[in-house]
Every structure is written in C-alpha cells, then in structure tokens.
C-alpha cells in the first residue's frame, strides 16, 4: 500500500489555495492520506466545514487523528463526528484496518523525552497533566491491541521521539511531545510512526526499539525542495 501523510494543515481557503493543487493530485501517487492532527486553526466547525470541502473532491480514503489546534473551540467531538460523516476514519485511540494494513491512533500528549519525562510527584495539578500524558499512551496501546494484521501504522499528532522535534527551541521540546507514547510503539511494535505539530522539527528518527519516525508536519514538508503537501510511504 502506498500511503500519503501530512499534518498541520490548520486550514484557511487561502492557506488551503497554495497546497490545492497537490492535494488533488494525492489520488494518482496513493491509496490512503493520513491527516496527523491540527486540521484546523481554532477547532471550530465552520473550518472543519469548509476543509471537509476540500477534501472530499480529493477521493482518497483518508485515516485522521486531532491536533491540539482541533480542541482549541471543545468541539471536537462536534468535529470527529462531521469528518465520520465525510467518511473520514478518525481515530481515537482506536485501531482501522484496510487492505491489510493496520491503523492506530491518537492525538498523543506533552511531557518530554527521555530522562526528561515529566512524572507524577507533588502538586495535584502535576499529577493532573502527566495523567493525560498516560491516558493517551493507554489509548495507543488499546489502538494497537485492536489491530489484528502484521503491518502496523501509528498515527499520533505529537511527537513520541525528541530527534523528530529537533530544529525547534530547545526550551518547547517538553511541550512537543512525549517519549511515553514511543515506549507503548516499542512493547507493541509497528511497520513506522508518523506525526505532526513540530512545524520546525526534522523529517525522520527512530524510536529506542528502532522503529521510524516520520514528522509530516505541513510547515516542514513545505520548507522541502522542492515544496510538498504530503511525503509517501511504503508499506
Ligand atoms: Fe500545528
Ligand atoms: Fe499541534
């Protein structure tokens, strides 16, 4: 299968009008386009309404997770159930086969790499926010127990190694992702990861197991030469 992925479109109709003309081609180079996160700029329906627009004139099946862009307006169940009825697979925390091809997603969390991991010690609000960071590491490894086939795709928006985020502030790289979600892809295995969100970051790094990371990030493929809307991927 060959998969088309990007991520960060944060859609506006003129944003849009630079990478249109490629979108439409993604039909002739892939079978499937997988959208990492932040659709949108501020999560709210009328921007989901007018990239779903978009989107179905591309007529490619396409596997979707959120970005922290898509929850900005707290409508994003209002937003997962506007792109279910476009016939975009959205996946939260949950696993999509196609064609022999495993799925699983989920838009992933902050709280660093490493031996910089955040963890749950004193104040209640710590404890709070590195809960989130587990929840969606749990909601990746339930994603990956559901799928059944051999060759594996993780879709996260944030990114679940620091060598993918490299290129942005030294100071943010905490706030880009977290190396929990890379331990649950190493336990459980997967064919490559990608994500988004780290418009700065770097195109390609490998998690501790040794499993590819690909940073889609719309902002990055851009700076590319030449420029491009999506990279594609061999599975
Ligand atoms: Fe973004
Ligand atoms: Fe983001």
Redesign the pocket.
């Known amino acids: 299968m060959r998969i088309a992925a990007t991520a960060?479109l944060h859609f506006s109709p003129q944003s849009y009008d630079r990478i249109r003309e490629q979108m439409n081609r993604v039909r002739d180079e892939a079978d499937l386009l997988i959208l990492a996160?932040?659709l949108t700029n501020y999560g709210r329906p009328q921007e989901m309404e007018s990239l779903l627009n978009a989107l179905v004139r591309i007529r490619v099946p396409i596997v979707a997770v959120l970005?922290?862009?898509d929850y900005e307006s707290d409508q994003q169940e209002e937003l997962m159930r506007m792109m279910t009825a476009e016939g975009v697979k959205v996946l939260d925390g949950t696993g999509y086969e196609r064609d022999g091809v495993g799925f699983a997603g989920t838009k992933g969390f902050i709280g660093g790499f490493g031996r910089g991991v955040l963890t749950a010690f004193g104040e209640r609000e710590i404890k709070t926010f590195v809960q989130a960071a587990i929840d969606e590491a749990l909601k990746l490894e339930r994603a990956l127990s559901q799928l059944r086939v051999e060759k594996r795709i993780v879709v996260l928006?944030?990114s679940p190694i620091a060598s993918t985020v490299k290129g942005e502030a030294p100071e943010i790289f905490p706030y880009l992702g977290t190396s929990r979600l890379a331990e649950v892809v190493d336990r459980h295995g997967a064919d490559l990861v990608v994500h988004?969100?780290a418009h700065h970051g770097t195109p390609d790094g490998v998690t501790v197991g040794g499993i590819p990371v690909h940073n889609v990030a719309l902002g990055l493929l851009q700076a590319h030469q030449p420029p491009c809307a999506y990279r594609i991927f061999d599975v």
């Open positions: 960060d996160g932040d970005g922290n862009h928006h944030y988004g969100h």
